[in-house]
């Protein structure tokens, strides 16, 4: 049986934050908290309630076109994350580190991926139909406003250090419901 926990993801920054003792520091990790918890969770309004007014996002997308400016990020996660298979994550994190103005975490990225998406999105697979599962090296730059909200994501990633298929036991609940939408869409 596959060992994939999305709350991982988020875990560890509550670990840090029950550690942390400065205030702005907490204030910081609790929006990190909400933030990753409403992308496993697939909470938009979660997710778009840490931002600051004004966020931008770096390194989320291949190509120079990020998405800037809360529409454009809700659109993201609208089409992209939430409804374009990326949300079932599992982010482990070797390393938080947090100072007045920013949080850097790094650490192994895992994400489900359907077939089909990694076709449109120009890669080779041998089954359109199963599932994936993409392990990267990623480093993230959260920079805050000084009111405590995340102005936007800075993502740095290596190439992917594998992409095996899952066995179809092992892919989790959520991104099963993910595929029978997308295959009722396409019929």
């Known amino acids: 049986?596959?060992?994939?926990?999305?709350?991982?993801?988020?875990?560890?920054?509550?670990?840090?934050?029950?550690?942390?003792?400065?205030?702005?520091?907490?204030?910081?990790?609790?929006?990190?908290?909400?933030?990753?918890?409403?992308?496993?969770?697939?909470?938009?309004?979660?997710?778009?309630?840490?931002?600051?007014a004004t966020p931008a996002y770096r390194g989320v997308r291949s190509g120079p076109k990020q998405p800037v400016g809360t529409d454009e990020i809700r659109d993201f996660y609208v089409n992209e994350v939430f409804g374009g298979g990326r949300f079932c994550i599992e982010g482990n994190k070797d390393r938080i580190v947090v100072d007045d103005d920013t949080i850097i975490t790094e650490g192994t990225m895992r994400v489900m991926l359907w077939g089909?998406?990694?076709?449109?999105?120009?890669?080779?697979?041998?089954?359109?139909?199963?599932?994936?599962?993409?392990?990267?090296?990623?480093?993230?730059?959260?920079?805050?406003?000084?009111?405590?909200?995340?102005?936007?994501e800075e993502s740095w990633n290596q190439q992917p250090e594998s992409v095996v298929k899952v066995a179809p036991e092992d892919v989790p609940e959520n991104f099963r419901v993910y595929v029978r939408e997308k295959l009722k869409e396409a019929a």
């Open 1 to 52: 049986m596959l060992d994939f926990d999305p709350t991982r993801t988020w875990k560890v920054v509550q670990e840090k934050l029950d550690q942390t003792t400065n205030p702005r520091h907490r204030a910081m990790l609790g929006e990190l908290l909400n933030h990753a918890r409403g992308e496993v969770e697939g909470d938009l309004e979660r997710v778009m309630g840490t931002l600051s």
């Open 116 to 152: 089909r998406d990694l076709e449109r999105q120009g890669a080779t697979v041998d089954d359109r139909d199963a599932v994936y599962l993409m392990t990267v090296r990623l480093l993230i730059v959260w920079p805050f406003d000084k009111s405590g909200k995340i102005i936007g």
